[in-house]
């Protein structure tokens, strides 16, 4: 492992910590999903990598779909406003839909796309996220299938998870300096 970027404050999940929980998650959904029409939705751009490592830790048939929806920006805070920036390019009737987040956190972005998917009718539809945050106030009641692991709410970045489109590409999820976004 190299050295720790000098923005991030604590390393909250290391690169092994991860490849476990994913793999944990990806035999889970491999059990339930034998035999389904498998359809794994990314939400661009914050769960690429998830998705990149869960898909592989997924052993039944599978096609892989993205949308992009926004709902940060460059903000730190939830606009509550999500919009489509990018829609599926297959259709998902009759299919098992699961839809790949990087992290639940207002559970805005999931809230409106649950809605929005399941107006497609799907013949399923479930969530696997990768961090749930625990958040102080109020979250959009969302029940993820699948979870990798509970997170604090600070400030979380890396695996994907960016603030200002930075450090997604850190292999580990740490927490970032507040003298970095305040
Ligand atoms: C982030 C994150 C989730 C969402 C979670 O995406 O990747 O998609 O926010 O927050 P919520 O539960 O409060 O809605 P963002 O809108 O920053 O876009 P990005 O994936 O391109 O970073
Ligand atoms: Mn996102
Ligand atoms: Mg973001």
């Given at each position: 492992q190299g050295a720790m970027h000098?923005?991030?404050?604590?390393?909250?999940?290391t690169e092994e910590d991860i490849a476990a929980m994913v793999k944990r998650m990806g035999a889970e959904i491999s059990r339930d999903y034998q035999g389904k029409d498998l359809v794994l939705i990314a939400v661009l751009r914050g769960a690429v990598v998830f998705m990149g490592d869960l898909m592989r830790s997924i052993d039944v048939p599978l096609a892989i779909d993205f949308m992009a929806v926004s709902s940060y920006g460059d903000k730190a805070?939830?606009?509550?406003v999500v919009r489509i920036v990018k829609d599926l390019d297959m259709d998902i009737k009759g299919r098992d839909v699961l839809i790949v987040e990087d992290i639940l956190d207002s559970g805005l972005t999931l809230k409106y796309l649950m809605k929005n998917l399941s107006s497609r009718n799907p013949a399923s539809i479930e969530v696997a996220t990768f961090l749930w945050k625990d958040v102080e106030g109020k979250q959009a009641a969302i029940n993820p299938k699948y979870v990798g692991t509970h997170c604090p709410d600070a400030f979380v970045v890396g695996y994907g998870l960016d603030f200002a489109e930075r450090y997604?590409?850190?292999?580990y999820v740490g927490i970032l300096k507040p003298e970095v976004y305040s």
């Open positions: 000098p923005d991030i404050e604590q390393v909250l999940f805070k939830s606009s509550g997604r590409n850190l292999p």
